[in-house]
C-alpha cells in the first residue's frame, strides 16, 4: 500500500473512533431550583433549594445522591447534635416508575434555633427493573427531628428532572424490558454528573485519537526503512 494511502487509512481509524466517542451515551444533569412549601410543628414554611442529582453504578444497582444547597425550613429551638435526620423520595420517569428513597445522617453539630437546617446530601439504592432512559426528580422531603417528622416539604413547582440516566436492566439490553432483578455484573463506575461525564469521555477520545497517531507514526517509519 503506497504511503500516501497508509497515511490516510490512519488518519480514517482516528477520525471514526472520534465519532464512536461522539455518540457514547451519557447521562444527562443538572441542578434544578425547587420550591417546597413545608408543613411543620409551628405552622407552614417554604423556600427555594437548588437540588442535584448523581448516580454512580454499583455492578447491577446505583447509588443515588441527592444534594441541597439551601436549607428549606427552620426549627425554633436549638437541635442538638445527632437528632435530625432527612429523608426524601424521588419520582423515576422515562423507561421507569415509581419511586425510591433516599436517606440522609443524622446532623454532626448542633442547629441554632432560627437558622436555616441544612440538609446535605441524601443516599439510595436503585435497582433498574426496564432499560432505557430514566430520569429522576426531586419529591417529598421530610425533615425528622427530636423523635418526630418536624417538616414535610413538597415540591409545588412542578420541578424538571434533575438527572436522565440511561440504565440496563439486570438480563436486558437498552430499550428492551426486564423484569428480573440481580446482578448483571461489571464493576463501579465514574460518576454520572456532566463533569465527570466529559472527564471520562475526554480520556476515552485520547486514547482513540494516540491509537491513530501511534498507527501514522508506525506507517511513517516503516515506508522509510
Not at 8 to 20: D, N, P
Request: hydrophobic fraction near 35%; charged fraction near 20%.
Amino acid at each position: 500500500m503506497p504511503y500516501r494511502r497508509r497515511t490516510a487509512f490512519a488518519l480514517t481509524v482516528a477520525a471514526a473512533g472520534s465519532v464512536v466517542l461522539a455518540s457514547a451515551p451519557t447521562a444527562q444533569a443538572a441542578v434544578v431550583d425547587v420550591d417546597y412549601a413545608c408543613e411543620t410543628k409551628i405552622g407552614p414554611k417554604g423556600a427555594v433549594s437548588p437540588v442535584d442529582i448523581e448516580a454512580v453504578r454499583n455492578g447491577g444497582s446505583y447509588t443515588i445522591t441527592m444534594s441541597f444547597e439551601k436549607g428549606v425550613s427552620d426549627s425554633p429551638v436549638e437541635l442538638p447534635k445527632g437528632v435530625m435526620t432527612p429523608r426524601a423520595d424521588l419520582r423515576l420517569g422515562g423507561a421507569d416508575t415509581g419511586t425510591i428513597k433516599v436517606k440522609g445522617t443524622p446532623n454532626t453539630a448542633a442547629i441554632p434555633p432560627d437558622t436555616p437546617i441544612k440538609i446535605g446530601r441524601l443516599t439510595g439504592t436503585y435497582t433498574p427493573k426496564k432499560s432505557g432512559k430514566v430520569t429522576f426528580t426531586a419529591g417529598v422531603l421530610t425533615v425528622h427531628a427530636l423523635g418526630m417528622d418536624a417538616a414535610v416539604c413538597t415540591p409545588k413547582n412542578n420541578p424538571r428532572p434533575s438527572l436522565e440516566l440511561e440504565v440496563t436492566a439486570a438480563g436486558g439490553s437498552a430499550g428492551q424490558s426486564s423484569e428480573d432483578t440481580g446482578s448483571s455484573g461489571g464493576g463501579e463506575l465514574p460518576r454520572t454528573g456532566p463533569l465527570d461525564s466529559a472527564t471520562a469521555l475526554g480520556t476515552l477520545g485520547g486514547t482513540v485519537l494516540l491509537t491513530g497517531a501511534a498507527g501514522v507514526l508506525w506507517l511513517t517509519r516503516r515506508t522509510a526503512r
